[in-house]
């Protein structure tokens, strides 16, 4: 991902910040501990993965894991190696930028299935409906019978978010 300016820095934060939030706040403070619970692929059909339906099944879990409304376990089921994430999100609820994220979404211009295993996603990262990050190109990728968000596309955004706000980066994202 292109990073070019401060504005998008500030989407970045705002974006990495919507994983957070729900970890955030009154009667959410014990949700990282539901992240334990078996992953959707554990206890729900297989998504397809090619075709129209494989379309619709990465376009609907790539808005999942940037819909700053949806709780924080059901997001990192969504993004590869999302326990390895884990910890760096729960820092990240203890900065200012948790209270921004409420209002991320994500829409999707275009998903390419690339091989039976990835996909190319084209999307914009919006907050409170403006657009902030725009003409963005991420990777979902298959796995145990789910799309989900390749660790790339989420590290690109943890090591803006690190660099501005402090928390250690993830293993999986230092490269």
């Known amino acids: 991902m292109h990073w070019p300016g401060p504005c998008q820095a500030a989407a970045a934060l705002a974006v990495t910040g919507s994983l957070i939030l729900a970890a955030c706040g009154g009667g959410e403070g014990n949700q990282h ?34 819909n700053g409304k949806v709780s924080i376990p059901k997001r990192l089921a969504l993004v590869q190696d999302g326990s390895q994430v884990e910890a760096f999100v729960e820092a990240e609820a203890k900065t200012s930028f948790g209270a921004a994220a409420t209002g991320s979404t994500a829409t999707v211009g275009s998903v390419t299935i690339t091989s039976p295993s990835r996909a190319t996603v084209d999307y914009e990262v919006l907050l409170l409906g403006t657009p902030l990050l725009k003409k963005q190109v991420g990777t979902a990728v298959y796995l145990d019978g789910v799309w989900k968000v390749d660790i790339t596309s989420f590290c690109g955004l943890a090591k803006l978010a690190a660099s501005n706000t402090g928390p250690k980066l993830p293993a999986v994202c230092r490269s």
Do not use: L
């Open 33 to 66: 501990h539901a992240a334990k619970r078996p992953s959707p692929s554990a206890t729900a059909a297989a998504e397809p993965s090619s075709g129209p339906a494989a379309v619709a099944a990465i376009t609907a879990n790539w808005k999942t894991v940037f």
